[in-house]
């Protein structure tokens, strides 16, 4: 007599539904990790993009008040790159202050990263 069919029913359908289930579990968990691993490498760019930009005013904001020498958005432009990013705009404003704009030259996954900042005397 086959006492599995006669007290649990056909147990044979359910054969490898916990491997399933535990494959299914497993790419659930492999792509969360996926996305936080791509949200952190956002998070590195954008510090490394605004590192970049911070530098390359700091650098002009000296060079135009003649601390050092050099025009100030080439200046800006040779320390972003040095710092792999792209100098998307730099603007001498007034009060011997620089505001410029930056671009990461390294690949993001998730989008270009941009830093912004502007060095001077305060306003």
Do not use: F, Y
């Not at 000296?62 to 972003?80: K, L, N, Q, Y």
């Not at 730099?90 to 011997?96: M, P, T």
């Amino acid at each position: 007599m086959n006492w599995g069919k006669r007290l649990g029913g056909d147990q044979d359908s359910e054969r490898g539904s916990g491997t399933v289930l535990a494959a299914g579990l497993g790419l659930v968990v492999l792509a969360a990790m996926v996305m936080l691993l791509l949200l952190a490498q956002a998070a590195v760019m954008a510090s490394r993009a605004a590192a970049a930009a911070d530098l390359a005013a700091l650098a002009a904001a000296d060079a135009r008040r003649g601390i050092s020498a050099g025009e100030p958005c080439p200046v800006a432009a040779a320390v972003a790159a040095r710092h792999d990013a792209r100098l998307v705009s730099c603007v001498e404003g007034g009060g011997q202050s620089v505001e410029v704009r930056t671009e990461l030259t390294a690949g993001a996954i998730l989008g270009v990263a941009a830093g912004h900042a502007r060095a001077g005397p305060p306003p």
